[in-house]
């Protein structure tokens, strides 16, 4: 079953939480402190994989869930990493979360890691300080990024095939490529599409075919035009018409005006049009055919005929498709490495480091929210049941200058504090300051 797009829930493990524990010797009264640190959560993986052909599985299991880190042991023992979770998709899966698409899988073999798994809590192991001998003081593992997302494949070829169904478009596929699609002589044999390799020269094409398009398909008639976002990333469109149409040009027409409907993107692909089924045809008829396409056919769209049962100009066409294909690549690197250059001198580089350690407060309805990687991680961590815990979220608030921040804006006492956006937690001022 060809199924494009699923909601899935992705979950990245959670960090284990640091230990606390004192080491025991015979006729050492109290030792030092020796808890050891939380394992880190595992990461939910997406990985591009070319013998995936569809998300159907998606449609069963939606929960992608990695493992967690398991706790600090006692003798500074590290907690064991949660294992990673790794997802097949098929080449062209985008996802998507909150309408942002935060990774698009194109290349085969290409990982992502699409949700990050929390860090492990330091144990008391690491708390130890001249002051403080006895830390009875550990953080809580972090959290791990859970959220849904949506999942849309868009095929990812150079060649897309279009046409009225019964054009010869899978007999094409089946004749220069390696796909052995259905083929019949009614309409709407294919229903989902079909992706094939042919090899032309010294490159080879990745040819996508796709349901029969009729007039209306914008509008839903016949398989609708559902189909045509999988030829949406092609550098080329195949556009086969039938030589025994009664009238070509329309024929090639009613296609244009269907693609246009659809998309921009689509109207504006570099196509190739080709009259199919030429054999036991006079020449005569096949340029009267042709030249009824020509007449219409929009600039610079190059006309070819063929027949494909008995391999007559499908060398020509696959010849046509390669040399579009590879000035379209060409001008899209070029178009790429432009817009990298213009990046480059726009953007004012600011280090990982000062994104993390940056920081505000903003009064909002009587409650003061902390925003800022680095101390809401730190809020995150804190064991709000532990009153070392939040001696030591104290600690650091005071040493980023919140806890000045916070009086100057007039915090006090009772006066709820908020740490990021959703303010998972919260206290009041008194409790940490
Ligand atoms: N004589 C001749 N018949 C052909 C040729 N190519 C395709 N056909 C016939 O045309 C009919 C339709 O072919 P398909 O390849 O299934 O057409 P399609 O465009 O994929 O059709 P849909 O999947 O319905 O959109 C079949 O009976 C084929 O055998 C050709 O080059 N010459
Ligand atoms: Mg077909």
């Known amino acids: 079953m060809f199924v494009d797009s699923a909601t899935v829930f992705v979950t990245a493990g959670r960090g284990g939480d640091g230990r606390v524990s004192f080491r025991t010797e015979k006729y050492v009264e109290k030792g030092g402190p020796d808890g050891g640190d939380g394992g880190k959560g595992g990461d939910v993986i ?24 398991e706790p600090g042991g006692i003798r500074r023992r590290h907690g064991k990493n949660g294992a990673d979770r790794t997802v097949k998709v098929p080449v062209g899966t985008m996802i998507i979360r909150d309408g942002d698409l935060i990774a698009d899988m194109t290349a085969p073999g290409q990982r992502v890691v699409v949700a990050k798994g929390g860090d492990g809590g330091f144990g008391n192991a690491h708390f130890k300080s001249s002051t403080r001998q006895a830390p009875r003081v550990a953080e809580l593992g972090e959290k791990g990024e859970a959220f849904e997302a949506s999942l849309e494949l868009k095929l990812v070829a150079d060649v897309g095939l279009v046409g009225f169904p019964n054009a010869g478009k899978s007999t094409f596929l089946s004749v220069v490529s390696n796909a052995r699609p259905e083929i019949a002589d009614y309409a709407f044999t294919t229903l989902t599409p079909n992706l094939g390799v042919a090899d032309i020269d010294d490159t080879s094409l990745l040819i996508a075919d796709i349901p029969g398009l009729i007039e209306g398909a914008s ?9 045509l976002r999988h030829i949406e990333r092609t550098a080329v469109i195949l556009h086969l018409i039938d030589a025994y149409s009664d009238d070509p040009g329309q024929a090639y027409l009613t296609i244009r005006k269907e693609l246009e409907n659809y998309s921009d993107t689509l109207a504006k692909l570099p196509e190739v049009v080709v009259l199919s089924k030429t054999d036991g045809l006079d020449t005569e008829i096949v340029d009267h055919q042709k030249a009824a396409i020509v007449a219409v056919a929009a600039k610079g769209s190059t006309v070819l005929a063929m027949s494909s049962t008995a391999k007559q100009g499908t060398t020509e066409v696959l010849r046509a498709l390669a040399a579009t294909v590879r000035t379209v690549r060409a001008k899209q690197a070029e ?20 994104l993390d350690d940056g920081w505000r407060v903003r009064e909002e ?6 925003t800022g990687p680095k101390i809401e991680r730190f809020a995150a961590r804190t064991d709000y049941g532990n009153v070392h815990s939040i001696n030591r979220l104290r600690d650091i ?11 100057r804006k007039g915090a006090s006492g009772e006066d709820l504090i908020r740490f990021g956006e959703e303010g998972a937690s919260q206290m009041t001022l008194e409790e940490i300051s």
């Open 219 to 227: 509008e839903g008639k016949g398989l609708g035009d559902a189909f």
């Open 365 to 370: 309805e009587g409650a003061y929210i902390v």
């Open 46 to 69: 997406f990985v591009a994989d070319e013998n995936t052909s569809t998300l159907v599985d998606f449609r069963i299991k939606q929960e992608l869930k990695a493992e967690n880190g």
């Open 397 to 407: 608030m005071k040493k980023m200058g919140i806890t000045h921040e916070l009086l």
């Open 335 to 354: 178009t790429l490495a432009q817009t990298e250059d213009e990046t480059d001198e726009t953007i004012i580089s600011l280090s990982t480091r000062q």
